[in-house]
């Protein structure tokens, strides 16, 4: 195994992971079986890749003699309240510090910061799971692929539900005879647009 893992050159562009991972989001909540949310995932949170290497203590980062930074930068403690670190995870005062340095521009990202705002990922992962756990299709239906373009993917599930993810660099037209229960994020005289996906209901 290599020694230091692949790393995308230059920083992430924030704007278009965020924009897929909402869409990659109401697919897996859409798939038949239980699902697994990864802490920081209903949040929006990115990987942390400016850790210090002093406070670094993955077991990867030091038996490859620092070349490999290994997962602290997704075991950075959950942003809950305020402004500034530790974020209502600790005491403000420092008395028990996280065993990680927050980002500290995460106050938006903040579990106080997302609710009520209804273009959080965090209120997009509560309306999920609701409609998840209401939904008779999204428990034991069955599942049938839908046939589209190569790089759009859509498959029903009995009763009535449909989910439409678009892979694509061009926006793809939503059938007709549905209505929209979910969206990862704006849908506009039924065009989904790429990286975007959505839940939907089959009419009678």
């Known amino acids: 195994m290599p020694n230091v893992p692949y790393l995308p050159e230059g920083p992430a562009d924030l704007d278009l992971g965020t924009r897929r991972a909402r869409a990659a989001a109401l697919l897996m909540l859409a798939l038949p079986g239980g699902a697994y949310i990864y802490q920081g995932d209903e949040f929006a949170l990115p990987e942390v890749e400016d850790l210090p290497e002093a ?41 028990a510090a996280p065993w990680l340095p927050q980002p500290p521009n995460w106050g938006s990202r903040s579990v106080e910061a997302q609710t009520g705002d209804e273009t959080s990922m965090l209120e997009l992962y509560r309306a999920a799971l609701q409609l998840r756990r209401d939904n008779p299709a999204l428990g034991d239906g069955a599942m049938t692929w839908i046939d589209t373009p190569t790089e759009v993917l859509a498959f029903h599930r009995d009763p009535g539900f449909v989910c439409v993810l678009n892979l694509s660099t061009e926006p793809y037209q939503l059938p007709d005879d549905t209505s929209v229960l979910l969206t990862s994020g704006p849908v506009e005289d039924g065009v989904l647009a790429p990286d975007q996906a959505v839940w939907l209901s089959t009419r009678p």
């Not at 038996?63 to 309240?81: K, M, Q, Y």
């Open 55 to 95: 406070v670094r203590q993955d077991p990867v980062w030091e038996r490859s003699r620092h070349t490999n930074p290994g997962r602290d930068g997704c075991r950075v403690p959950i942003p809950w309240s305020g402004d500034e670190p530790p974020f209502g995870f600790s005491p403000a005062d420092g008395s």
